[in-house]
């Protein structure tokens, strides 16, 4: 029976990513990612038969963790398509959809969960958390037809939970004659090791220290794992940390050990324009009369600016500049620089620097540096290994002994 692979997106590309899988004319994707440079409203679906019209051979999809790259176009596939995932990831991401207003994910039918097999047709599927800069994020393990892929999904080994990493390092699976493996740091000249969370944290409570006014950082919501070094370095330097509705949402969702709840001492919210309109407009107002204890008034940010780290949106320079919040202060970027090319990044980026408000990179990887992936490769020693979300040219995709491969465009083997 064999089982055949075609990866329809991230063979040469980071971020999008969607693997095909089939064995005994049953059909599986791994992921099901919107692609990093699709445009506004584009809803770039593969080519797989099945997303758009029932077809009874396409099983499911499997998500590997909640970044948009990843399931950013599973709300968009025909109703009724099963869905496999983290309960903690879809709760998080059923949570968001107010706020982000994107189409709802469809029910949880396997809820993934680490170590615990799962059984769909032909395909036995075992989870292995990964340590990500998102929360409960895993790597497949994919059994059929007498064949084993192992697809790692993102991960990292330099997080705030890194011993989650090196637990997959001791407890391999074992037996893989492929891995599909995360690569997305491979190519790009840098060799080795890089900083972790903990270098960052210990930066970043250094200038908080040094700062004398308001600290403004950018992060992502959905990365909580930056949430939690945002907040332990803030309370190193002496301050709290105030974030939006939506983050603490996000956070109170996951109810994840390590990730700050409203309730710890030194986290604050202070809802956006835009949240407080979203409140009024839906008539949720448990929404913010639930963080009412803990909220701050945005008056607050400039008179408290050194006591205070505040979460920063690009979309959010009007109304911190109509609080006069941008007097003094210091701007902190804590993501991907790539992403300060955006139109609405760079307004912000303008603004700030009119301000005379200095905008600083402060930001670790949430993907694994090439000396981690040696080690995973070394630890599950694979028959074959091909890198995906990845940029590395195609010719690194291969062909592997007894798994057929095939990427976009290419038809089955027959």
Known sequence: MGLRVRIHRGAAQVG????ELESGGQRLLLDLG??????????PLPEVPGLLAGDP???GVLVSHLHGDHCGLV????????????EIAHRILREAE??????????????LRDREPVQIGPFRITPYQVEHSAPDAFALLVEAGGRRLFYTGDLRAHGNERRVFERLLREPPHGVHAMLMEGTQLGDGREGEGPGEDELRRGLARRFREHPGLVLASWSSQNLDRLRTMYEAAREAGRALVVDLYTA????????????RLGDRGLLVCPRERERLLVKAAGAFERTESVRLWRIDRKQLARRGRELVVMLRPSMIDELERAGALRGALAIWS?????LDGATEKRMAERLQRAGVALEVHHVSGHAYVSDLRRLVSAVRPERVVPIHTSLPERYTALWSGVELRRDGEPWAA
């Open 16 to 19: 999008g990513t969607c693997v």
């Open 34 to 43: 919107m692609p990093l440079d699709a445009e506004d409203g584009e809803v």
């Open 57 to 59: 051979s396409l099983l």
């Open 75 to 86: 709300p968009f596939v025909a109703p009724g398509l099963p869905l496999a995932m983290g």
């Open 98 to 111: 107010f706020f982000t207003g994107r189409p709802p994910l469809p029910a949880l039918r396997w809820p």
């Open 249 to 260: 949402t996000l956070a109170a969702a996951a109810g994840a050990e390590g990730v700050p």
């Open 335 to 339: 993501m991907w620089s790539g992403y």
